[in-house]
């Protein structure tokens, strides 16, 4: 089993920058592969960004490729998504969660583990 701890959401302004964090307990860090996923009122769970085991692989939606960053730190067992430009579109709920294919994969399907979630809004 693996818990996943979010953290780092609020309400900021379009244009403002947030960082989240999801702190892992459980089994190796380095065992899985970890993706970020958000769900925006009245729309279905979408893919954020992913990292592979090690970081050396990311992956990302269009719409964020530029503005947000995937990382981790398998020494804190954490992973981060440092979020620029904040647009209202980016309002969501934000989840964290972890795959067993270590390369990193944008498939919810291949995700085991998931987070609570923590919210993050973008206001006009």
């Known amino acids: 089993q693996v818990q996943l701890v979010e953290s780092g959401g609020g309400v900021v302004q379009a244009g403002d920058s947030l960082r989240l964090s999801c702190a892992a307990s459980?089994?190796?860090?380095?065992?899985?592969?970890m993706g970020w996923f958000r769900r925006a009122p009245g729309k279905e769970r979408e893919f954020v960004a992913a990292?592979?085991?090690?970081?050396?692989?990311?992956y990302y939606q269009d719409s964020v490729k530029g503005r947000f960053a995937i990382s981790r730190d398998n020494a804190k067992s954490t992973v981060y998504l440092q979020m620029n430009s904040l647009k209202p579109e980016d309002t969501a709920v934000y989840y964290c969660?972890?795959?067993?294919?270590?390369?990193?994969?944008?498939?919810?399907?291949?995700?085991?583990?998931w987070g609570q979630g923590t919210q993050v809004t973008v206001s006009s």
């Open positions: 969660a972890a795959s067993p294919v270590r390369s990193g994969t944008p498939w919810g399907k291949n995700y085991a583990y």
């Open positions: 459980g089994r190796t860090f380095t065992s899985y592969a």
């Open positions: 990292i592979s085991w090690s970081g050396d692989n990311t």
